[in-house]
């Protein structure tokens, strides 16, 4: 052999292992078992690396937004301010509605106590005056006709003092919850 061809021998012999592996590499199948099925090596990345999350040659002064994303952005705090009104003023109605409903629970509940203490006065006085008209009788028939003439007053008195109560308490609840079922009307019909 010529030192020539020994030379072109030993140039592909050598390229001969560099084939084998390149080839070794690409034909490794990727499930095992399936011989056809190549695998194959993703390229490299320009931005992959240790300066992938470099902060420094992020120019976000130099960056123009899109038209239609600053559109959006300002359509979206446009909303955002609107609907912040529309709790602000629907919170202030609501507080303004829980007020005057407390100052109707407490005007209401000063008048049934007031009229409860005036049933209570007019209550002790009848007694007070049966029993000095019954230190007064002379017999025991008088004393019977007096206790009867007083059961059927004082019958007569709480059945008028049940009613006013009654009549009282209910005026207070239709009061009491008149401006919320107002309030809760108009939410329904703005809704």
């Given at each position: ?71 959006m952005a ?95 308490t209910g ?21």
């Amino acid at each position: 052999m010529t030192a020539t061809k020994a030379k072109t021998t030993r140039t592909r012999a050598a390229s001969k292992p560099a084939t084998a592996a390149k080839t070794a590499e690409t034909t490794t199948p990727i499930i095992p078992g399936m011989p056809g099925f190549e695998a194959f090596k993703l390229p490299e990345m320009p931005f992959a690396g240790a300066d992938m999350f470099d902060v420094s040659k992020f120019d976000a002064a130099n960056m123009e937004v899109p038209t239609m994303v600053r559109d959006m952005a300002e359509k979206a705090v446009s909303q955002t301010k609107d609907g912040y009104a529309k709790v602000k003023a629907a919170a202030e109605e609501s507080i303004d509605v829980v007020e005057e409903t407390l100052e109707t629970v407490r005007e209401t509940a000063l008048e049934v106590q007031h009229k409860a203490m005036d049933n209570a006065k007019a209550n002790t006085d009848a007694a007070y005056d049966f029993f000095k008209d019954l230190f007064s009788v002379k017999s025991v028939s008088e004393a019977v006709e007096l206790q009867t003439s007083f059961a059927r007053q004082q019958f007569e008195m709480m059945s008028a003092q049940s009613k006013d109560l009654s009549s009282l308490t209910g005026k207070a609840m239709t009061e009491t919850f008149t401006p919320a079922k107002q309030a809760a009307e108009k939410v329904m019909k703005a809704a």
